[in-house]
């Protein structure tokens, strides 16, 4: 898998959407969440994504996955923000981000969920920042603020 992020989240290691090579080598967009099995060594398929994309910015926190953002097939930026919870298999949206972005870090501390550089349209972000409040995931507002 090409340009996904992964994360490792209770012993497994999960990749948000990404592109693959087919047997032609072209490009096709993973338009699911595909865990790795550490035991194992091997793929599986944990849930089917709304979007096809990659360069999406991916946190596990407290069981769950978060992503955000990203590039889709269209090569447009995109402002979605999800999450992944494995033990039901379900995805939920969590709003939707103040600017589309792709390439982007995100890390969690105190609480909030910080979305730093990346790239918004042309532009690279810089040192500027965007948080969102926990309160707000959990209560799933249609704006993440």
Not at 55 to 63: F, P, Y
Not at 80 to 95: C, H, I, K, N
Not at 124 to 129: E, I, L, Y
Request: glycine residues 12%; charged residues 15%; hydrophobic residues 45%.
């Amino acid at each position: 898998m090409a340009m996904s992020n992964g994360v490792l989240l209770d012993g497994a290691i999960y990749y948000v959407g990404g592109l693959m090579l087919d047997a032609k080598n072209r490009a096709e967009y993973v338009k699911s969440i595909k865990v790795f099995n550490l035991e194992l060594a091997q793929f599986s398929s944990a849930a089917s994504l709304k979007f096809d994309g990659y360069a999406v910015s991916v946190q596990g926190h407290e069981g769950k996955l978060y992503y955000a953002g990203g590039v889709n097939s269209a090569l447009a930026l995109m402002n979605q923000f999800e999450v992944f919870d494995p033990a039901t298999r379900s995805v939920a949206s969590l709003g939707k981000l103040k600017s589309a972005r792709a390439g982007h870090a995100m890390a969690v501390l105190d609480g909030k969920i910080y979305f730093m550089g990346g790239v918004l349209g042309s532009i690279f972000a810089g040192p500027s920042a965007q948080a969102v409040s926990y309160t707000h995931l959990r209560a799933h507002e249609t704006e993440a603020t």
